[in-house]
Nanobody
Framework: QVQLVESGGGLVQAGGSLRLSCAAS????????MGWYRQTPGKQRELVAA???????SNADSVKGRFTISRNNAKNTVYLQMNSLKPEDTAVYYC?????????WGQGTQVTVSS
């Protein structure tokens, strides 16, 4: 089992920045892709950004040029730097890691962007 603890959410004005962190613990052997998803009420959870163990990244079109995902393998932590935040970025953000055929989720952290 892998446990994930997220931090860094909060309330910010439009145009501001936040940095999310997600620390993995437990059976963390051979974690492959780490990523961030977000969800708003009534909508499906959507991928925001992901990074592989080889540091290849992918971002949703809606956040390209504004959000940056990175990881520190020594700390088993993945980060999401969010700049130029917009009200439409308001959501619960979830960390996800994949290990072999398993997928693990964090508890979610609320990000609210005021206009």
């Amino acid at each position: 089992q892998v446990q994930l603890v997220e931090s860094g959410g909060g309330l910010v004005q439009a145009g501001g920045s936040l940095r999310l962190s997600c620390a993995a613990s437990g059976n963390i052997f051979s974690i492959n892709t780490m990523g961030w998803y977000r969800q708003t009420p009534g909508k499906q959870r959507e991928l925001v950004a992901a990074i592989t163990s080889g540091d290849s990244t992918s971002n949703a079109d809606s956040v390209k040029g504004r959000f940056t995902i990175s990881r520190n393998n020594a700390k088993n932590t993945v980060y999401l730097q969010m700049n130029s935040l917009k009200p439409e970025d308001t959501a619960v953000y979830y960390c996800n890691v994949r290990q072999f055929v398993s997928s693990y989720w964090g508890q979610g952290t609320q990000v609210t962007v005021s206009s």
